[in-house]
């Protein structure tokens, strides 16, 4: 099949403010350390005048993914919910100048939220603790699915987070009809093991009936399965999906493909930030299944995308992945 894009991604168009705080810090702030909070705009007023040392950049799960896709030669597409405001302009133009096509322009409606951001706080140990305001990006719904868009990837990535409204749940499914329809294939980040506490149900139906592929790690696998036991989520999971994936941080990477079962072990790495590893993890998988590699292959691109971005502050690659993939003697 021709297409026009190799990757297109929906998921919530997040701003991401980046700053340092050590542990007295976030206890000062009422901040939980090391996980995503949602955050209301008023508390996000009050953390983004906190933080001393930020720095901006257009985020977001699967739109990091993107960008790392994109350091690969592929072509991407980001699709998202902007506000035609300073944050949501700044989003939609440093995508496109990072090579991701941004196919939906800033929403221009008064009574919209402002564009989503989330303050994200580093600690010395590498911990991240998200505070994210879902803003304009949260609203996202059928209405913002281009089928055309949809009908022109081959694969096609959704961002788990967006299953908080009903609205994004039906997004979902019309993306995949469509992806589908031309042949494409869609696949999901599960996100967040809260978020598959709220969605337990639709998360495992959607899987079932619309996913070709699932990563998570074992966290969130675990909370949907509700088991102790890694396996028997795994083997319900790859029971009604064709390939799943489970991260498991410094324990290898878990990959199944109908009866073909691969561990990948991850490079141990002293993180810097390690805000974006599963992003750019997903960011090499993905580059794997599209130019047709094993599952092996897949998982060590996937390992080897997630150790170069954990070196340095933010969930982007600061050298191009394709340039890291030829060091590691993988292309």
Same mark, same amino acid.
């Given at each position: ?5 190799? &990757?297109?991604?929906? $998921?919530?168009?997040?701003? #991401? ?11 000062? !702030? ?9 955050? %209301?705009?008023? @508390?996000? %007023?009050?953390?983004?005048?906190? !933080? ?29 919910? &902007?506000?035609? *405001?300073?944050l /949501? ?16 322009p800033?929403?221009? #409606? ?24 879902? /803003? ?19 694969y ?7 299953? *908080?409204?009903?609205?994004?749940k ?21 996100? *967040?093991?809260?978020?598959? #506490?709220?969605? @337990? ?6 899987? %079932? ?38 991260? @498991? ?7 199944i493909? #109908? ?13 810097v ?18 130019? $047709? ?15 170069? &971005? ?22």
């Amino acid at each position: 099949m021709t297409t026009q894009y190799d &990757v297109v991604g929906i $998921g919530n168009a997040i701003v #991401d403010v980046i700053s340092h705080g050590d542990d007295s810090f976030l206890d000062n !702030m009422g901040i939980e350390k090391g996980i995503m909070q949602l955050v %209301e705009r008023k @508390r996000a %007023e009050v953390l983004y005048a906190a !933080m001393t040392d930020r720095v901006q950049t257009p985020g977001g799960s699967v739109a990091n993914t993107l960008a790392g896709l994109g350091t690969l030669g592929l072509a991407t597409a980001f699709v998202g919910r &902007v506000k035609n *405001d300073a944050l /949501g302009r700044f989003y939609a133009e440093n995508m496109e100048k990072d090579g991701t096509t941004f196919p939906n322009p800033p929403v221009d #409606d008064a009574s919209q939220p402002p564009t989503s951001r989330s303050m994200i706080f580093v600690s010395p140990d590498g911990e991240r603790s998200m505070n994210t305001y879902l /803003g304009c990006g949260a609203e996202f719904g059928e209405e913002d699915v281009d089928v055309s868009v949809m009908e022109n990837t081959r694969y096609l990535f959704l961002e788990g987070y967006l299953f *908080d409204k009903d609205k994004g749940k039906r997004a979902f499914m019309a993306a995949a009809n469509a992806c589908h329809h031309a042949g494409g294939k869609a696949g999901i980040t599960l996100s *967040d093991p809260f978020c598959v #506490d709220r969605h @337990r149900d639709s998360f495992r139906e959607l899987i %079932e009936n619309d996913m070709d592929y699932t990563i998570g790690n074992e966290a969130e696998w675990k909370s949907l399965y509700q088991t102790d036991s890694l396996e028997t989520a795994l083997n319900e999971a790859a029971a009604i999906c064709p390939v799943v994936v489970c991260t @498991r941080s410094g324990n290898p990477v878990i990959l199944i493909r #109908d009866d073909e079962r691969v561990e990948v072990p991850v490079q141990r790495v002293t993180p810097v930030d390690a805000t974006g590893a599963g992003d750019q993890f997903a960011a090499g998988f993905l580059y794997g299944l599209a130019t $047709g590699q094993t599952l092996e292959m897949s998982g060590r691109m996937g390992v080897t995308a997630a150790a170069e &971005v954990i070196r340095h502050i933010g969930p982007r690659p600061e050298r191009p992945l394709r340039e890291v993939f030829h060091k590691a003697g993988l292309l």
